[in-house]
């Protein structure tokens, strides 16, 4: 294979046709020779932009020389330095934002494959069983973690890495959050990747107790005065659904994305497990991030039609572009620019259509982004059996509501310093999408490291 | 692994365990539920806890099998366990949250149809330890299907028992017992709590809606995680859409839309009754219902 500095080494996919009829993960990523010859296209920046545009700001240039000699044991060692979760975010992360946005590469080509490259390597240290971090000299103080997410996995694995008991709190019956009941298996598989990424974790010390539901089976003043713990990370997650407030949102075939996806993901309902899901013949689902994109294909490789209904227009869509063109790709349809104004029922109230607006876009409203106003008149009826509702979430309030003192803004999120994670009741820090509302696994991860450093400075003076 | 202590089958399709869940011991109320899930393969299943030991770290659980997943768990004994058990979920029932004073100046009436009877019984056995007399409803189809008749009478000032086709005690359901308590027995009730199917809590709603009767039902929705995820369990209470989970599992039961909460308790019936006719039938099923496709 030979080099072509302006275009990324393509990466190896299943086949659309095929894969939309299973459940196998949908890109097979590198392989040592074309990882190798992705990694040449780097030009070893002085000042490295990719970095900066790193949450988590791992030394990408460091690893990716590390490939180029084929020293991929190093080249996880100087990623396992900023990320606990390599092989996740190598999936999962959206790159064309952060790292390979900043690329010098990209601005006359293509910029190189980072995410890929990453994948490449933390596929390859879990083959070769590499430790590529080590637990700390241990220090005698105990925290305590709720949630076992992206957030509270790098929280733990981090204070773990500097000496301290670390105990992570999880209220599902598997660790993981939503990198277990959110994102699909073909875009992250479970046992080959999330598994052995959270014993990765549990290597470094880190004890998970999972069917605890912090707020009801503990408190966290309970975890702090009668339990012996030192400090308290919080990263329980997203919450409660939101659903639009249009007419029929009750009708049997309504779903928000949370459910259908935590019945096919954490309960495998696609694997003849015993939860059951809904396998409609056709589905829409309304909402254009990336938990509509996995919605979407997930009801699509059971069997469905599925469209995507959503307001605004392409441009706009919030979804990683890599996930909008496999869901393409697999033969979803984008009803784009359009809006359901209500969802039909038949008698015995099991969905059989919904009324959809189309819709344009006027000035830009607060966010930035050009806003959808209705055409009037241009309302329609669609066919559908099953409605999938992704319109992001808001906070839990089982946390907030049994914890005194914990402030919480009004979106109800636990209010919590950026660099620190410190919150207003001592000893209790938060990160992830419980203090920013729904975002991105990495920004998760951020916040855990983040809540690890405000750890470990509150503990060290304390 | 959370253990299972006790195992008994208390009548035809009920099944009463004791099982091992210390985190869910320690903090329960009344009016709280727990989730379990017998296995890998297994749904997670909201049960209402029937009773706790906080010292043993024990929960008593009790369930009716309406479905493959309790069907399955019906078989497990003392010995065996459960993969998971989690809770307590949902919050404490009203008057636990109430100042004493205020709950002893009221008369209460809980009122059990059927299963009901699991989760009143805690309610009934907190009024008892506070000294507090409260009066229990317990009706079931008939005398094989009744339940807690004990227990309940242990703790109830006045328990009356009933059995719609008369083959025990007081023959009628249980709107008819409460009708004949408050009309012609002269009793004054400040408070209803009724639990129990769907369509007894809400001919009990109705008739407390014309008594004028405050009335707190306890809303069994299909739920996944229990915990404020998923939104399947949503339930139109007045002109909010609340999440039993996290908001309820007791709301005011003159505001439940009935009819809404029956149908969405449809929403997987065939997708069960395949699921179910597939474990009845083991290694013979092999899709004859022309609908599943049998073991594809």
């Known amino acids: 294979m030979a080099m072509d500095v302006l275009h990324k080494v393509p990466v190896r996919e299943q086949d659309p046709k095929v894969r939309a009829t299973n459940f196998e993960e949908v890109c097979y990523g590198y392989n040592e020779e074309e990882a190798k010859i992705e990694a040449e296209r780097c030009i070893d920046c002085k000042k490295p932009l990719c970095v900066q545009g790193c949450p988590v700001n791992i030394d990408i240039p460091g690893f990716i020389r590390q490939v180029k000699q084929g020293n991929y044991e190093e080249a996880a060692k100087v990623i396992g330095l900023s990320s606990a979760l390599p092989a996740i975010c190598g999936r999962v992360c959206p790159q064309e934002t952060q790292c390979e946005g900043r690329c010098i590469r990209g601005i006359k080509g293509e910029p190189i494959s980072i995410g890929k490259l990453e994948r490449f390597v933390a596929d390859w240290s879990h083959e070769h069983n590499i430790v590529a971090a080590e637990k700390g000299e241990p220090n005698g103080k105990k925290v305590a973690v709720v949630g076992a997410g992206p957030a509270g996995l790098t929280c733990a694995g981090d204070l773990a890495k500097l000496g301290y008991d670390v105990t992570i709190f999880e209220a599902l019956h598997q660790p993981g959050g939503v990198l277990l009941y959110g994102i699909p298996e073909f875009r992250l598989p479970k046992e080959k990747i999330v598994a052995k990424e959270i014993e990765v974790v549990k290597n470094l010390g880190v004890k998970i107790e999972c069917n605890v539901i912090i707020g009801k089976s503990i408190t966290i003043d309970e975890l702090l005065n009668e339990e012996g713990f030192d400090a308290v990370f919080v990263g329980s997650g997203a919450g409660l659904p939101k659903f639009m407030g249009i007419p029929g949102e009750n009708a049997n075939g309504v779903f928000s994305a949370n459910e259908f996806l935590t019945r096919n993901n954490l309960m495998k309902a696609f694997k003849d497990y015993d939860t059951p899901i809904m396998r409609a013949k056709k589905v829409v689902v309304v909402g254009g991030g990336n938990v509509a994109m996995d919605a979407a294909r997930t009801a699509l490789r059971l069997g469905a039609e599925v469209h995507v209904v959503y307001r605004r227009s392409e441009a706009e869509l919030p979804a990683r572009v890599e996930e909008v063109h496999h869901a393409k790709e697999e033969g979803v349809i984008f009803d784009l620019l359009q809006n359901p104004t209500e969802i039909l029922m038949d008698e015995n109230d099991n969905v059989r259509g919904m009324k959809i607006v189309k819709m344009e876009l006027g000035e830009p409203d607060a966010s930035g982004r050009r806003k959808p106003v209705e055409i009037p008149g241009s309302e329609y009826e669609i066919d559908c059996d099953a409605v999938i509702m992704s319109l992001g979430t808001s906070p839990n309030p089982l946390i907030s509501s049994t914890t005194k003192g914990l402030e919480i803004n009004s979106h109800k999120c636990i209010i919590a310093e950026e660099e620190t994670g410190k919150t207003s009741k001592e000893g209790v820090y938060a990160g992830g999408d419980a203090v920013t509302g729904a975002a991105t696994v990495i920004l998760a991860m951020e916040a855990g490291k983040a809540g690890a450093k405000g750890i470990h400075e509150y503990l060290s003076n304390h | ?296």
């Open chain 2, 1 to 296: 692994m959370y253990k299972i202590l006790e195992a008994e089958m208390l009548a035809d399709k009920i099944y009463r365990m004791v099982v091992e869940a210390p985190y869910v011991a320690r903090s329960c109320q009344p009016g709280e539920f727990l989730i379990v899930k017998m296995d890998e393969r297994g749904e997670r299943i909201p049960l209402t806890i029937c009773d706790f030991d906080r010292e043993k770290g024990t929960v008593d659980i009790i369930f009716q099998v309406v479905g493959a997943s309790t069907f399955r768990m019906a078989e497990l004994q003392a010995g065996d366990a459960f993969e998971d058990v989690v809770g307590p979920l949902g919050n404490p029932s009203d008057f636990i949250k109430e100042p004493l004073e205020e709950v002893k100046k009221k008369h209460y009436c809980f009122i059990a149809g059927g299963v009901g009877a699991a989760p009143i019984y805690p309610q009934v056995k907190w009024f008892h330890q506070q000294g507090i007399e409260c009066d229990v409803i317990l009706g079931t189809r008939t005398h094989d299907t009744l339940i807690m008749e004990k227990q309940l009478e242990a703790v109830a000032t006045n328990l009356y028992v009933c059995t719609d086709d008369g083959s025990y005690k007081a023959h009628g359901n249980v709107c008819v017992v409460l009708e004949d308590l408050v009309k012609n027995q002269g009793k004054h009730y400040d408070v209803v709590v009724a639990i129990g199917p769907m369509i007894m809590m809400k001919f009990v709603c109705q008739l407390t809606k014309d008594l004028n009767i405050p009335t707190i039902v306890s809303m069994n929705p299909i739920m996944v995680d229990g915990t404020g995820m998923c939104g399947a369990c949503r339930v139109q209470v007045g002109d909010q859409i609340k999440f039993a989970c996290v908001d309820g599992p007791e709301f005011d039961g003159h505001l439940i839309d009935w009819a809404l909460a029956m149908k969405r308790m449809n929403t997987y019936k065939s997708e069960e009754g395949r699921a179910m006719l597939k474990v009845q039938e083991g290694a013979t099923h092999h899709g004859g219902c022309g609908n599943c496709g049998g073991d594809k």
